[in-house]
Protein backbone atom coordinates (compact mmCIF):
# COMPACT_ATOMS: atom_id res chain seq x y z
CA UNK A 1 0.00 0.00 0.00
CA UNK A 2 2.89 2.35 0.93
CA UNK A 3 4.68 1.56 -2.16
CA UNK A 4 1.54 2.33 -4.15
CA UNK A 5 0.51 5.62 -2.35
CA UNK A 6 4.82 6.33 -2.98
CA UNK A 7 4.77 6.04 -6.75
CA UNK A 8 1.33 8.00 -6.99
CA UNK A 9 3.17 10.84 -5.16
CA UNK A 10 6.07 9.99 -7.39
CA UNK A 11 3.86 10.39 -10.96
CA UNK A 12 2.39 13.73 -9.33
CA UNK A 13 5.81 15.43 -8.18
CA UNK A 14 6.82 14.49 -11.92
CA UNK A 15 4.16 16.12 -13.48
CA UNK A 16 4.29 19.11 -11.78
CA UNK A 17 7.71 19.53 -12.11
CA UNK A 18 7.73 18.82 -16.17
CA UNK A 19 4.70 21.22 -16.24
CA UNK A 20 6.40 23.55 -14.44
CA UNK A 21 9.59 23.55 -16.52
CA UNK A 22 8.32 23.91 -19.47
CA UNK A 23 9.91 27.19 -21.55
CA UNK A 24 7.54 29.92 -22.36
CA UNK A 25 7.92 32.61 -25.11
CA UNK A 26 6.42 35.24 -22.28
CA UNK A 27 8.85 38.22 -22.69
CA UNK A 28 7.92 38.19 -18.74
CA UNK A 29 9.10 34.80 -18.06
CA UNK A 30 12.27 35.25 -19.97
CA UNK A 31 13.11 38.28 -18.21
CA UNK A 32 12.35 37.22 -14.76
CA UNK A 33 14.66 33.71 -15.68
CA UNK A 34 17.42 36.00 -16.67
CA UNK A 35 16.90 37.58 -13.12
CA UNK A 36 17.34 34.50 -11.66
CA UNK A 37 20.09 32.96 -13.89
CA UNK A 38 22.11 36.14 -13.23
CA UNK A 39 21.76 36.06 -9.71
CA UNK A 40 22.60 32.25 -9.43
CA UNK A 41 25.98 32.89 -11.33
CA UNK A 42 26.99 35.37 -9.08
CA UNK A 43 26.19 33.96 -6.64
CA UNK A 44 28.11 30.74 -7.75
CA UNK A 45 30.89 33.07 -8.48
CA UNK A 46 31.58 34.01 -4.79
CA UNK A 47 34.36 32.98 -2.87
CA UNK A 48 33.64 32.17 1.03
CA UNK A 49 37.00 33.04 3.34
CA UNK A 50 35.83 31.56 6.37
CA UNK A 51 34.41 34.78 8.01
CA UNK A 52 30.89 34.49 8.94
CA UNK A 53 30.10 38.06 8.68
CA UNK A 54 32.25 38.93 5.40
CA UNK A 55 30.60 35.13 3.66
CA UNK A 56 27.43 36.35 4.28
CA UNK A 57 27.43 39.64 2.86
CA UNK A 58 28.97 38.35 -0.20
CA UNK A 59 26.55 35.66 -1.17
CA UNK A 60 23.71 38.03 0.23
CA UNK A 61 24.65 40.72 -2.01
CA UNK A 62 23.83 38.84 -5.16
CA UNK A 63 20.56 37.55 -4.07
CA UNK A 64 19.63 40.70 -3.14
CA UNK A 65 20.55 42.37 -6.42
CA UNK A 66 18.40 39.52 -7.96
CA UNK A 67 15.66 40.62 -5.87
CA UNK A 68 16.06 44.59 -7.12
CA UNK A 69 16.12 42.99 -10.94
CA UNK A 70 12.97 40.90 -10.15
CA UNK A 71 11.19 43.86 -9.05
CA UNK A 72 12.30 45.83 -11.62
CA UNK A 73 10.49 43.26 -13.98
CA UNK A 74 7.38 43.54 -11.77
CA UNK A 75 7.82 47.48 -12.76
CA UNK A 76 8.11 47.09 -16.55
CA UNK A 77 5.19 44.25 -16.54
CA UNK A 78 2.77 44.24 -13.59
CA UNK A 79 -0.46 45.37 -13.40
CA UNK A 80 -1.32 45.03 -10.17
CA UNK A 81 -1.33 48.47 -8.26
CA UNK A 82 -0.17 46.71 -5.09
CA UNK A 83 2.84 44.63 -6.32
CA UNK A 84 4.16 47.37 -8.42
CA UNK A 85 4.11 49.07 -4.60
CA UNK A 86 5.83 46.28 -3.11
CA UNK A 87 8.46 45.97 -5.98
CA UNK A 88 9.41 49.93 -5.28
CA UNK A 89 10.05 48.84 -2.08
CA UNK A 90 11.76 45.64 -2.36
CA UNK A 91 14.23 48.21 -5.07
CA UNK A 92 14.66 51.11 -2.44
CA UNK A 93 15.18 48.47 0.71
CA UNK A 94 16.93 45.81 -1.52
CA UNK A 95 19.53 48.28 -3.01
CA UNK A 96 19.94 50.42 0.89
CA UNK A 97 21.20 46.99 2.12
CA UNK A 98 23.30 45.98 -0.57
CA UNK A 99 25.21 49.25 0.28
CA UNK A 100 24.85 48.55 3.71
CA UNK A 101 27.06 44.81 3.15
CA UNK A 102 29.25 46.77 0.60
CA UNK A 103 30.26 49.44 3.14
CA UNK A 104 30.80 46.67 5.93
CA UNK A 105 32.68 44.75 3.88
CA UNK A 106 35.35 46.99 3.70
CA UNK A 107 36.18 45.76 6.71
CA UNK A 108 36.75 42.23 5.47
CA UNK A 109 39.56 42.34 2.63
CA UNK A 110 39.48 39.52 0.40
CA UNK A 111 42.48 36.87 0.82
CA UNK A 112 44.42 35.11 -1.91
CA UNK A 113 42.95 33.15 -4.63
CA UNK A 114 44.63 30.11 -2.91
CA UNK A 115 43.13 30.87 0.66
CA UNK A 116 39.39 31.14 -0.76
CA UNK A 117 37.13 28.33 -0.41
CA UNK A 118 34.21 27.53 -3.39
CA UNK A 119 31.11 28.10 -1.20
CA UNK A 120 28.52 25.72 -1.23
CA UNK A 121 26.90 26.99 -4.46
CA UNK A 122 30.27 26.27 -6.14
CA UNK A 123 29.85 22.36 -5.58
Same mark, same amino acid.
Given at each position: ???A ?13 S ?10 ? #????Q????M??? @??? $??L??? +? %???? #? ?6 H????? @??? $???Q?? +? %? ?5 L ?12 ? $??KL???K ?16
Amino acid at each position: MCSARFRFVLLCFTGVLSSSCEKSDSPVD #AALAQSMTAMHAA @MHD $VSLIGR +A %DADF #ARMMIPHHQGAVE @MAK $VELQFG +A %DPILQRLAQEIIVTQQSEID $VMKLALKKYPLLSAAKKKNNWCSQ
